[in-house]
């Protein structure tokens, strides 16, 4: 079956840095596109960034565009997003995401992230 566990978040300070991982399996990782979403208290959640299967396209929520990066590797089916310059704004949490179908959407447990001074 699909698992997908992140890693990666904590307690920052604005300006800082984190790198969140998603360690996926039971799927052929390679195949599809994946997914950083986040929820903050009280608020949906949200799409932050996507990659596709190959890792040659990329999209982001305008809030973080510049300062997110999400990247890929296909040999350690692992889905990361670096996040760069975080904002008390950014603090949520993140979770990891594949669609393999039409009804088939995983998610993982979900890592928090603080950012506050």
């Known amino acids: 079956q699909v698992h997908l566990v992140e890693s990666g978040g904590g307690l920052v300070q604005p300006g800082e840095a984190l790198r969140l991982s998603c360690a996926a399996s039971g799927f052929t990782f390679g195949n599809y596109a994946m997914r950083w979403f986040r929820q903050a208290p009280g608020k949906e959640r949200e799409l932050v960034a996507a990659?596709?299967?190959?890792?040659?396209?990329?999209d982001y929520l305008d809030s973080v565009k510049g300062r997110f990066t999400i990247s890929r590797d296909n040999v350690k089916n692992t889905v990361y997003l670096q996040m760069n310059s975080l904002k008390p704004e950014d603090t949520a949490v993140y979770y990891c995401?594949?669609?393999?179908?039409?009804?088939?959407?995983?998610w993982g447990q979900g890592t928090q992230v603080t950012v506050s001074s």
């Open positions: 990659i596709s299967s190959s890792g040659g396209t990329t």
């Open positions: 995401n594949v669609r393999t179908s039409g009804v088939s959407n995983y």
